[in-house]
């Protein structure tokens, strides 16, 4: 990797190239996935130089020539390096890959898990559509501290910490640090995981304009980018300003454009599985990624649930038996793959030097992202807590009793005229009420398709003073304010209380219309009628009236702001010297408020327009913390002691809703010799509930579960059976079929309410790394040579979690568990698509559950070679590897249940690797990056639902989903020293995700796989150029 940094009295020159233990690359010239890394100056073109490494080389954020500032730490110093693993990803590293969002560069590092969001992950997210988060080893995105420039930045999703990583202007970062391990006592809550620190650039004089341009190999995500760069110093130096633009627009990728995700589908394994002791399991298992075509059930046409059938009016008029095989919807044509997103950024930054003592610095930031994700016409049914009819069986009358207006004593039965006489004919009365009921479900197709879009806007500021007190003391003082807004809204959706008065039709016999028509349908309420009410035509596809559609039409919208204020001050030092060195310290205070507030429309909150319930929500939190960091040098320049350091933090934390809490950690950096440092940390850290947590209002949502009581028959055996056989309209199911069937709106559309919990408590997490870097520098043949090796540890207590609805269900069915059985309605009988006994609603809280644990091994490989010393000119070549294995990695879902393992689980594999290769000389650069994702099976806990006749399960390779390999590579001209053009071409191999099919553990609805751990986009090409003046 090339690193040039500017240290005053360190031997170290502009452009030269590190190559201490603290470099280890992994993309182009390299992403360095390892170790304490000198920030890098930017230059075109890129001129490799293998020189001496600098003794101690840090991941750095230089505001002056003489300090480093180690991510991790807020100790200044020209020696420091970290104790923990601390990777660095430069500019150069950004541009090489070709990836416009940086969450996309993030992600090829091993040390990070599946996003919380992504373009690819986010298109069902109604109120999420196109952010991007990140997740570092699979923690969750709540429990990554993202920073810049070391100071906290305003959450991008509203009620949690995530930040939104597509506001942040790739081309305006110098370097991305990222520090894995718990980092609370020195940057507080939510550093459980680790932190990303994404340093801004600085000192930048001259112009720098970037233009890119990209396509699939399908000839969608089109792909454009401008920015540019001018920055300026003035007053002999004495102050620097520097002005960002950006521009990107990328597009989105449709279902139907891949085959495997062309059509609706399910997997034939799991569609075939029972619950039930049997031998078929196994054929089951053996089928799992076999996928057979499995429409919806809800259709344009609407499905009625008349009489004891369900009935379908076709194209002809002509009412018969609902057939799944040929009037099923496919849902694919309207899904997406990855959305689409334009951006529109702007940054700016000065400083200014008032004295020799005292310097002054203003930031802002603004970034806007619009994105459109794409759902298919919303779904209407009959019953459940977002269905048409919440109470009863969800029948409305399709005749009824009415009186003439103008003779009380006259009344007569009267049909609604819009019901096919096949309709009502094999409609009965259910109700008991005397009259004929039907139970429509409908796909809304005449409302459109519907669209999320989204109007995201990032705003920040951060303004301060720093300086010095002597040569012994820094001091620095800082107010940070951050907002986003979010407007969203989702088209498609209708009014169901209109709805339920519209299906409420009656011929107007009595003319109540005055109008002379006698034959005409109306809606059988006055009210409703003085409200503008018109009959709904739901009797076919494509009937409903114009009128009818803009009565019942309806978008939901969404607003919200999330505030971030921050004031802190810090003051950092040496005490006294030792015979190995200073000891120092850096102490401060902060001050820390967050709000957030959301709001919904109506309908919404109400649950009343054929989508999920979403409810106001507002909260805020104050905190006020101080902390103490100290660092000892012990020994130096002795025989088996050429450095050892020992250091340690503490930080109180006083919050306004859990009140107060320490974190502190302790860490140790022993050199036996200058060519091997051994370093190990040991770390309590803590993350404080976020405002979602704590008062997020309850809300329904809809989900898809494995049912324990598929396939269940009179005579299985077991507790699941018995539990099954125990629910009435589970027994119905099974004495009508044999055994307990289950269509796909069965297990797709359960509903649920999510309740937050204003009670749950911090979590506590105990981190500990142990490591060593090797770069033997006395060895000339290798002295660009860096190995380093880190394990990790990381448990969590009280992890804050919202329990699952397949734990749930497990707990209810396969252990009788009463408390969990109590959140588990099933239906009594069919409605609309609905089959008798399937499960209505699964309700979840958040709790402090049982917790987490990770445990893992990072290490690094890199090579640096320059040409010159091969006499091959001046280029240089670089080559490295990172990889991961973990040990173990997951957690008990609630307090006193069995530990869960997801270890080598899909998204979570037990072995990940990245590798780069990059030669560069002044005319020419080539890059080669790879990624390596192991192998990895479905959730274990989905495999014991496939237990045969003697109990066993089968070979578990049946749910193996089989290794990916990566490749990308670039090529790049350098013309002169102004002007670069580049072309390359990612995942080169066109490596295909693997078939994770939509019911399957770990499938992102409309992609077919995991798309937050695969690309389920393909080949794609790119090319820019860069300019420098």
Known sequence: MKAITRLAGRGVRKGAFLTSASIVSLFAAGTAYGQDTAAPATALPATPQATTPAEGAAAIDTETAETIVVTGSRIKSPTLTSPSPLQAITSEDIQRTGKLDIQEVLQQNPAFGVPGQSRNTSN?????????????????????????????????????AQVDL?????????????????????????????????????????????????????????????????????????????????WQKQGGVSSASRSRSITDQTSVGAATRSNALTDANLTAAQNLFVARLNKSSVVPASTFNAGSGNYIVDSTGVTRPYNAATDGFDRTPYDQISVPLEKRQFAGRGNYQISDSINVYVEGTYANTKSRGLLEPSPLVPTGSLGLFRQGNGRYNIEQLVANPNNPLQSQVVRNPLVPAGLYNVATDTNGDGFRDVAVSRRLTEFGQRFAIFDRTNLRF????????????????????????????????????????????????????????????????????????????????????????????????????QTLEVAAA??????????????????????????????????????????????????????????????????????????????????????????????????????????????????????????GELYAAPAVSISSVNDPCQGVTLTSTGTTSSVCRANAGVLANINANGSFLLNQSDLQGVGGLNVSNPNIREEKATTYTLGAVINPISIHALRNVTLTFDYYNIKLDGAIARTSRDYILQQCYQNNDPTFCSLVSR?????????????????????????????????????????????????????????????????????????????????????????????????????????????????????????????????????????????????????????EFYVGVNNLLDTQPPRVITGLPGSVTGTETAAGTYDPIGRRFYSGVRLKF
């Not at 650039?201 to 000839?219: D, P, R």
């Not at 920015?227 to 300003?241: A, E, K, M, S, V």
């Not at 009210?527 to 009410?533: I, L």
């Open 827 to 979: 239906r009594a009988i069919g409605s609309g698509p609905y089959s008798a006994g399937s499960i209505q609603q699964v309700d979840s809280a958040l709790v402090n559950s049982g917790g987490l644990l990770t445990q893992g091994l990072d290490s690094t490989f890199s090579y640096r070679q320059g040409m010159a010393d091969w006499g091959l000119g001046n280029g240089a070549a670089t080559f490295s590897v990172s990889y991961t294995h973990l040990f173990k990695q997951g957690g008990t879902p609630v307090t006193g249940a069995a530990y869960d393992t997801t270890l080598g689980e899909i998204n979570t594999p037990q072995d990940r690797a990245a590798f780069s290769l990059s030669y560069d000389s002044d005319a020419v650069g080539v890059t080669f990056n790879g990624q390596y994702i192991g192998a990895s099976y479905l959730d274990d806990q989905y495999r014991m639902l496939f237990k045969l006749a003697n109990g066993s399960l089968p070979d578990k390779t049946y749910f193996r989903v089989g290794a990916a390999f990566y490749l990308d590579s670039q090529v790049r001209f350098h013309v002169k020293k102004q002007f």
């Open 462 to 561: 951060v303004g301060g003073l720093n300086g010095n007190l002597g040569s012994n003391w820094d001091w620095d003082v800082s107010y940070n304010w951050g907002q986003t807004r979010v407007s969203s809204q989702l088209t498609g959706l209708i009014n169901q209380d209109r709805a339920v008065q519209a299906l409420n039709v009656i011929q107007d016999v009595y003319d109540v219309n005055g109008n002379g028509n006698t034959s005409e349908a109306i809606c059988a309420s006055a009210e409703a009628r003085a409200q503008g009410c018109v009959p709904w035509n739901v009797y076919g596809a494509g009937k409903a009236s114009p009128g009818s559609i803009a009565y019942l039409n309806a978008t939901s919208t969404h607003d919200a702001v």
């Open 570 to 691: 810090n003051l950092s030092g040496s005490l006294f010297e030792l015979p190995a060195g200073k000891v120092q310290i850096a102490v401060g205070a902060e001050y820390r408020k967050e709000s957030s507030e959301e709001t919904f429309d109506p309908l919404s909150i109400a649950a009343r327009n054929a989508y999920v319930q979403q409810t106001n929500t507002s909260g805020s939190f104050n905190v006020k913390e101080v902390y103490g960091e100290i660092v000892v040098p012990l020994i130096h320049n002795t025989p088996f002691f050429d450095n050892l350091t020992l250091r340690g933090a503490v930080r109180m934390s006083d919050y306004s809703t859990v009140g107060t809490f320490y974190a502190y950690n302790g860490g140790v950096e022993w050199s036996p010799v200058p060519d091997i440092r051994f370093r190990g940390v040991y770390a309590k850290a803590v993350r404080a509930p976020n405002i």
């Open 124 to 160: 069902y997210g109604a109120l999420s559509a196109g952010t991007s988060t990140i997740n570092l080893r699979s923690l969750g995105a709540n429990r990554t501290l993202v920073l810049i420039d070391g100071r906290r930045v305003v959450a991008g999703v509203p009620g949690t």
């Open 166 to 246: 597509s506001m942040i202007p790739s081309s305006f970062i110098e370097r991305v640090d990222v520090l894995t391990g718990g980092a609370s006592a020195v940057y507080g809550s939510d550093a459980v995981a680790g932190v990303v620190n994404f340093i801004y650039k600085k000192k930048f004089e001259g112009v720098l304009l970037n233009a890119q341009t990209g396509v699939s190999e399908k000839g969608d995500d089109n792909q454009y980018s401008v920015d540019l760069t001018i920055g300026h110093n003035f007053d002999d130096n004495r102050g620097n300003i520097l002005l960002y633009g950006g």
